[in-house]
């Protein structure tokens, strides 16, 4: 018996010494893969510590160098050199150096950064067949991204920035599934993207900037995860790309962009960074990008943005830059944008009412938009519909402000109480006598958009025709009020479910638009609880020349019956 057990206490220390020198033999043969590693790469400072006695996986991390092992397998490898480290001597072997690094085949996590490397990336680096982030930025790296890449299956962040990559973007890019990180900026890339990038739908970060890219950006709708879009200095354009509403950045500055901007661009709630400057960006600029719940940088710079900006224009609370610069805007500079020291706003190169920052002549923002042609060129006539339709705002205005003193008049009346000649008269000299009151006759549009109690309206903005559109269902004829000599009437609802009216005034090319601009300031203006209040405007463009097809007045909407009802009492 005691034999017995001596024998198995031997064959049990046998077994055990295996174990520990099979574990020492693989871990030795790990080391001496990182010692070549260092020889390779020339013995960089970063990796100065590493010698034949060091415990690689015992080892402690550093910004420069980190080894991490699970099981006495190396897993994760990071050497990142010092900035601007030139090449690597002439007698390197980028092939060599791969050969030598995919022998640490348990690798998750590859990263060697600014090291110097040089030449046509290998695609034997795919042998790492469970490599999750593959980064090799700041080297000089050439020739085409290999198509050995498309088999890295588990591949979740490619990193390949500031090299000398060339070539197209590949098609295979779309197979790799669970890609979250796509990131090739500062390279030579050229081309148009694959539409296959739209099945990367765990793409989070895509960040393409500083290459020689051109043509439209695919449709990246279907990424529903995407909250980092950066395509700075290409040739991208001139449509807006399609995207989701999750972006949190959105970078499309130096591009080729030109057309204007679609109604998407205002629901991008989460969007903290936006820039669109340098490129030429035409039509209205949407304001309520400034007051997008969480953007902090606005960068609108160098563009044809018209418009007029109002001062009663809200911002977020968290916008700390505005660059509105050398664009063709008129108007005053927002409030919120000059009374809180924490925003820092830059608005040279416009037409706008303001003494300070260098600002042109209204006549140079409209002879500049003339010249894009995103106004109408005037010639000298006879008075003629224009004319028509801008009395037709003025009408708005007064009759507005007239129905709102008769409604008032009314309900003191009913409640017992008298209203002072002078309350009138002072009502009657701000109302502007000036204007027509033929829009009286359409009162009973205007009586339906009547509201009781305190205002608690949304800042005055310009609404695009795709949101107009989408609350009208297509102007359908059901939402159809009513139609007057100088314009269609429809009720609409928006996206955050309150109802509105539409006042739609059709122009011809040969109408201009700045008279109008001055009118719809002056109703973006008229706030009283007893008068209807103007929610915003919008356009729509002459496909072929960018004139202005037709102006949209937005309005208040109460369904709360006719005029005659509010007068008399009864429903």
């Known amino acids: 018996m005691a034999k017995a057990f001596r024998y198995s206490a031997i064959l049990l220390c046998v077994v055990l010494v295996l174990l520990i020198s099979g574990s020492e033999q693989l871990q030795s043969s790990q080391g001496e893969t990182l010692l070549r590693i260092q020889r390779l790469l020339n013995y960089p400072s970063s990796l100065s510590s590493w010698n034949s006695s060091i415990d690689f996986c015992n080892s402690e991390p550093n910004a420069s160098v980190t080894v991490a092992c699970y099981e006495k397998s190396i897993t994760q490898l990071h050497?990142?050199?010092?900035?601007?480290?030139?090449?690597?001597?002439?007698?390197?072997?980028?092939?060599?150096?791969?050969?030598?690094?995919?022998?640490?085949?348990?690798?998750?996590?590859?990263t060697l950064v600014s090291l110097g490397l040089w030449g046509p990336l290998p695609g034997k680096i795919a042998r790492l067949s469970s490599l999750e982030i593959l980064n090799m930025s700041s080297n000089f790296l050439y020739d085409a991204i290999p198509q050995e890449l498309s088999s890295l299956s588990g591949l979740q962040s490619l990193g390949l920035d500031d090299n000398m990559l060339a070539g197209e973007v590949p098609n295979w890019i779309g197979s790799l599934q669970v890609l979250s990180v796509l990131s090739l900026r500062k390279n030579m890339l050229n081309g148009s993207l694959p539409d296959s990038l739209s099945n990367l739908e765990n793409l989070r970060v895509l960040s393409l900037a500083h290459n020689h890219f051109k043509g439209e950006v695919p449709d990246l709708r279907s990424l529903t995860n995407l909250q980092v879009l950066d395509l700075e200095d290409n040739g991208f354009g001139p449509q807006f790309p399609q995207l989701g509403n999750k972006l949190v950045s959105l970078v499309l500055s130096r591009n080729k962009f030109r057309d204007g901007l679609p109604a998407e661009a205002t629901s991008y709630y989460q969007l903290q960074r936006l820039d669109l400057s340098n490129n030429t960006f035409v039509g209205p600029f949407p304001q309520s990008l400034l007051s997008l719940p969480s953007v902090t940088y606005l960068n609108i710079a160098d563009n044809?943005?018209?418009g007029m900006l109002f001062e009663n224009q809200s911002c977020s609370a968290d916008l700390e830059f505005v660059d509105l610069s050398s664009n063709l805007m008129t108007?005053?500079?927002?409030?919120?944008?000059?009374?809180?020291?924490?925003?820092?706003?830059?608005?040279?190169?416009?037409?706008?009412?303001?003494?300070?920052?260098?600002?042109?002549?209204?006549?140079?923002?409209?002879?500049?938009?003339?010249?894009?042609?995103?106004?109408?060129?005037?010639?000298?006539?006879?008075?003629?519909?224009?004319?028509?339709?801008?009395?037709?705002?003025?009408?708005?205005?007064?009759?507005?402000?007239?129905?709102?003193?008769?409604?008032l008049a009314v309900r003191k009346v009913k409640s017992g109480k008298t209203i002072q000649k002078s309350t009138i008269r002072l009502i009657a000299e701000n109302a502007?006598?000036?204007?027509?009151?033929?829009?009286?006759?359409?009162?009973?549009?205007?009586?339906?958009?009547?509201?009781?109690?305190?205002?608690?309206?949304?800042?005055?903005?310009?609404?695009?025709?795709?949101?107009?559109?989408?609350?009208?269902?297509?102007?359908?004829?059901?939402?159809?009020?009513?139609?007057?000599?100088?314009?269609?009437?429809?009720r609409g609802r928006l996206k955050d479910g309150s109802f509105v009216v539409i006042r739609c005034l059709k122009m011809k090319r040969s109408h201009g638009t700045h008279n109008f601009m001055h009118h719809i300031e002056l109703i973006s203006k008229l706030r009283h609880r007893h008068l209807v209040s103007a929610l915003g405007h919008g356009f729509e463009y002459y496909l072929d020349d960018s004139s202005v097809s037709r102006i949209f007045l937005v309005f208040e909407y109460v369904p709360n019956g006719t005029l005659r009802s509010w007068i008399s009492g009864n429903p």
């Open 432 to 490: 502007s006598t000036g204007y027509p009151t033929k829009l009286l006759s359409d009162a009973r549009y205007i009586s339906q958009t009547m509201k009781l109690g305190a205002l608690g309206l949304p800042a005055y903005r310009t609404f695009s025709l795709e949101e107009l559109e989408e609350a009208t269902n297509n102007f359908d004829t059901s939402a159809f009020m009513g139609e007057g000599s100088q314009g269609q009437i429809y």
């Open 79 to 110: 050497i990142v050199g010092s900035k601007g480290t030139p090449l690597l001597p002439r007698n390197f072997s980028i092939d060599s150096f791969v050969t030598t690094v995919v022998g640490l085949a348990s690798l998750k996590v590859l």
């Open 331 to 407: 108007g005053h500079v927002p409030n919120c944008l000059l009374q809180d020291s924490k925003k820092k706003a830059l608005y040279a190169g416009n037409c706008l009412a303001t003494g300070d920052q260098d600002q042109h002549p209204i006549s140079i923002c409209r002879n500049e938009a003339l010249a894009v042609g995103i106004l109408p060129q005037q010639k000298k006539r006879k008075p003629s519909k224009a004319i028509i339709a801008i009395s037709v705002i003025g009408g708005i205005v007064g009759g507005i402000a007239l129905v709102g003193l008769i409604f």
């Open 304 to 306: 044809k943005f018209t």
